[in-house]
């Protein structure tokens, strides 16, 4: 197979992997939030940065203190990469909901509410998109570089 479709089979198998463990944490981390905290607009403003840097720190956790890599968690065995290959995946995956947090906060404190409102509806999610591609992209690229 060409490295650009190994790219694009990666891309989209790590795509959804990551959007499936986003949304089960998202509807956790939702529901506990929902109970312990009151909806106020302090509160919408600043969940999305809470859930992707809660994610980050999960993930971080998960794979440097217990080994278990939640990406290859879910259907992984299907995927031939490497343990190295799946912790940088993972490191990785960290490393943009991290990124994705910070810019978060730091849309929804200096912008206009309306602008934050189109950054979590269409650029939030294209953010996250590019952001597995390029990981996907590293991923491959280390593989065809150690062959």
């Known amino acids: 197979m060409s490295v650009t479709k190994n790219w694009l089979r990666l891309s ?5 992997r990551a959007f499936l463990l986003f949304q089960i944490f998202g509807l956790v981390f939702g529901v ?7 909806p106020s607009s302090f509160v ?21 203190g217990f080994k278990l890599n939640l990406l290859q968690c879910i ?8 343990k190295p290959q799946w912790r940088m ?19 929804a404190f200096s912008t206009p509410f309306d ?6 509806v269409f650029g939030s999610p294209v953010i996250f998109v590019a952001g597995i591609f390029a990981i996907s992209w590293i991923a491959i690229s280390k593989t065809s570089i150690h062959q």
Do not use: D, H, Q
């Not at 506990?32 to 009151?38: D, V």
């Not at 919408?44 to 440097?64: D, F, N, R």
């Not at 990785?92 to 991290?98: D, G, I, T």
């Not at 602008?115 to 979590?120: A, G, H, P, R, T």
């Open 12 to 16: 989209f198998a790590l795509l959804w």
């Open 115 to 120: 602008f934050w409102l189109y950054y979590k």
């Open 89 to 107: 995946c993972a490191l990785s995956l960290a490393l943009l909901l991290a990124t994705m947090a910070v810019l978060s906060v730091a849309v």
């Open 32 to 38: 506990l939030l929902g109970k312990l905290l009151l």
């Open 75 to 82: 259907f992984g065995k299907r995927l031939n990469l490497s």
């Open 44 to 64: 919408i403003l600043i969940k999305p940065t809470i859930l992707y840097g809660s994610l980050a720190l999960v993930v971080v956790i998960a794979e440097a």
